[in-house]
């Protein structure tokens, strides 16, 4: 049994390599907690005491397998992850992946600066001095790390308009991961202690590490300028569907008032036919003036403003190209889901659902919507001619260009969102889609 001082040492050491990047990892993901802060918080002491133990199975008892402890430690990440935040897993290991690389350069630079400072400790594994330049190194790189979080990975992380395009990024962190995993433990020519106290190899390897933020930056700046240009996009397009039922109400409004303006003479016309017994020359007025009332299309389906300009948009559109169109919807004005999200979500269903009618020459759309118990419930059906892509992952693909269909993507994003969840089903003459949002 070791004694108790140096136990404390290796304890030291473990939660100063544990604690500071864990809160750094855990920040993207603050408002993601699958449970309560309570039960994090227990679940994150729980891991500490796992670290602990980690710790002094390196220091003492791992002879010499130092490497198989980090992959451990590493594995035993992933699963805290997992257990403790509510995201996709491939962010997750990407997150998990950056957070040790940061952690492997923080133990080498600590490691080579005791070198310098004290040669004789250095030697030893896992003593004051090590945790002293450890703790020097975080303060330096403290600040920085912190600022990418909150400013860069963060804002990624949380505006992400789709989620798919993670699911390959996480090789980045991963293939800089093998890098240093095979520069500190894969030497086959000098020991894990021997690569950290020689200072040309830890200036090698903080190169490889600001190269490695360098990538991580532009990847999470393209992800965020991304997610503005879609964000600006859908905006675009709702205001473009606004600017068009203003203009089809407007067209209505002006039609009504030609119409109780003629209203008059139509009348002056119908009684002298009537009086001259002319029914056959009447009916056959009457016949031409009714194909001339205004188009009676309702321009109200639902109180929520958002909603209904889609509706009301689409509404046009169906009946333009001969599409029946039937709706049954509740949802009130005031909810807490977006109206920008709200429209786009319609938008996009309605939008699918009357291109594939379009291409067929006619069909019929059902919409339904109601909102119950701070859940709001979409249904979409539409008939098709019963074919629908999909990729090797199952998702559907685009039948206006290549690649997956972006408005499918974009409801799966609002739906996540919002804590929700979205269902695509189809036979071999209807689609179905329906949408479950949370606004609470």
Same mark, same amino acid.
């Given at each position: 049994?070791?004694?108790?001082? %140096?136990?404390?040492?290796?304890?030291?050491?473990?939660?100063?390599?544990?604690?500071?990047?864990?809160?750094?990892?855990?920040?993207?993901?603050?408002?993601?907690?699958?449970?309560?802060?309570?039960?994090?918080?227990?679940?994150?002491?729980?891991?500490?005491?796992?670290?602990?133990?980690? #710790?002094?199975?390196?220091?003492?008892?791992?002879?010499?397998?130092?490497?198989?402890?980090?992959?451990?430690?590493?594995?035993?990440?992933?699963?805290? +992850?997992?257990?403790?935040?509510?995201?996709?897993?491939?962010?997750?290991?990407?997150?998990?992946?950056?957070?040790?690389?940061?952690?492997?350069?923080?133990?080498?630079?600590? *490691?080579?600066?005791?070198?310098?400072?004290?040669?004789?400790?250095?030697?030893?594994? +896992?003593?004051?001095?090590?945790?002293?330049?450890?703790?020097?190194?975080?303060?330096?790189?403290?600040?920085?790390?912190?600022?990418?979080?909150?400013?860069?990975?963060?804002?990624?992380?949380?505006?992400?308009?789709?989620?798919?395009?993670?699911?390959?990024?996480?090789?980045?962190?991963?293939?800089? +991961?093998?890098?240093?995993?095979?520069?500190?433990?894969?030497?086959?020519?000098?020991?894990?202690?021997?690569?950290?106290?020689?200072? *040309?190899?830890?200036?090698?390897?903080?190169?490889?590490?600001? #190269?490695?933020?360098?990538?991580? +930056?532009?990847?999470?700046?393209?992800?965020?300028?991304?997610?503005?240009?879609?964000?600006?996009?859908?905006?675009?397009?709702?205001?473009?569907?606004?600017?068009?039922?203003?203009?089809?109400?407007?067209?209505? /409004? @002006?039609?009504?008032?030609?119409?109780?303006?003629?209203? %008059?003479?139509? /009348?002056?016309?119908?009684?002298?036919?009537?009086?001259?017994?002319?029914?056959?020359?009447?009916?056959?007025?009457?016949?031409?003036?009714?194909? @001339?009332?205004?188009?009676?299309?309702?321009?109200?389906?639902?109180?929520?403003?958002?909603?209904?300009?889609?509706?009301?948009?689409?509404?046009?559109?169906?009946?333009?190209?001969?599409?029946?169109?039937?709706?049954?919807? *509740?949802?009130?004005?005031? /909810?807490?889901? #977006?109206?920008?999200?709200?429209?786009?979500?319609?938008?996009?269903?309605?939008?699918?659902?009357?291109?594939?009618?379009?291409?067929?020459?006619?069909?019929? /759309?059902?919409?339904?919507?109601?909102?119950?118990?701070?859940?709001?419930?979409?249904?979409?059906?539409?008939?098709?001619?019963?074919?629908? *892509?999909?990729?090797?992952?199952?998702?559907?693909? @685009?039948?206006?260009?290549? #690649?997956?269909?972006?408005?499918?993507?974009?409801?799966?994003?609002?739906?996540?969102?919002?804590?929700?969840?979205?269902?695509?089903?189809?036979?071999?003459?209807?689609?179905?889609?329906?949408?479950?949002?949370?606004?609470?």
């Amino acid at each position: 049994m070791p004694p108790v001082y %140096r136990l404390i040492e290796v304890w030291i050491y473990s939660l100063l390599n544990f604690l500071p990047l864990l809160v750094l990892a855990l920040y993207p993901f603050r408002n993601r907690f699958r449970f309560s802060k309570p039960v994090t918080g227990i679940l994150i002491g729980l891991m500490t005491l796992v670290q602990l133990g980690l #710790g002094t199975w390196a220091a003492f008892f791992s002879n010499g397998r130092a490497g198989m402890v980090s992959a451990v430690s590493t594995v035993l990440y992933a699963l805290f +992850y997992i257990l403790a935040v509510k995201t996709s897993f491939a962010k997750i290991l990407f997150t998990l992946l950056m957070t040790s690389n940061n952690a492997n350069l923080i133990v080498t630079a600590s *490691k080579c600066l005791e070198g310098q400072l004290f040669p004789e400790l250095a030697t030893q594994a +896992y003593r004051w001095s090590f945790s002293l330049c450890m703790l020097v190194v975080e303060l330096v790189l403290w600040f920085p790390l912190r600022q990418y979080m909150k400013k860069v990975y963060t804002p990624a992380v949380e505006r992400e308009p789709s989620g798919f395009e993670w699911k390959y990024l996480w090789l980045i962190p991963g293939t800089f +991961y093998i890098i240093w995993y095979y520069e500190i433990y894969g030497n086959a020519t000098q020991s894990s202690l021997n690569v950290a106290l020689q200072p *040309k190899n830890t200036a090698f390897l903080f190169l490889i590490n600001i #190269g490695a933020f360098l990538v991580y +930056y532009v990847v999470t700046r393209l992800i965020f300028e991304q997610d503005k240009n879609m964000e600006l996009s859908e905006k675009n397009h709702r205001l473009a569907m606004s600017k068009l039922q203003y203009d089809s109400l407007q067209e209505r /409004i @002006s039609e009504a008032r030609r119409a109780k303006h003629d209203v %008059r003479h139509h /009348i002056a016309l119908m009684q002298e036919l009537l009086r001259q017994k002319e029914y056959d020359e009447l009916e056959k007025y009457l016949q031409e003036y009714s194909m @001339s009332v205004p188009d009676d299309t309702p321009i109200a389906f639902c109180e929520n403003s958002a909603a209904n300009v889609v509706i009301a948009y689409f509404a046009q559109l169906a009946r333009n190209n001969g599409i029946e169109y039937i709706v049954k919807t *509740k949802i009130p004005e005031k /909810i807490r889901i #977006g109206k920008t999200e709200l429209s786009v979500l319609l938008g996009n269903l309605i939008e699918n659902a009357m291109d594939a009618c379009t291409q067929n020459g006619g069909g019929k /759309i059902i919409i339904r919507a109601s909102y119950e118990a701070h859940s709001l419930c979409f249904a979409v059906d539409n008939t098709f001619d019963g074919k629908a *892509k999909k990729d090797r992952d199952g998702a559907f693909l @685009s039948t206006k260009h290549k #690649g997956r269909g972006l408005g499918i993507e974009s409801v799966k994003s609002i739906a996540e969102r919002y804590n929700g969840i979205c269902k695509f089903e189809y036979d071999d003459k209807m689609f179905y889609a329906s949408v479950m949002l949370n606004d609470n």
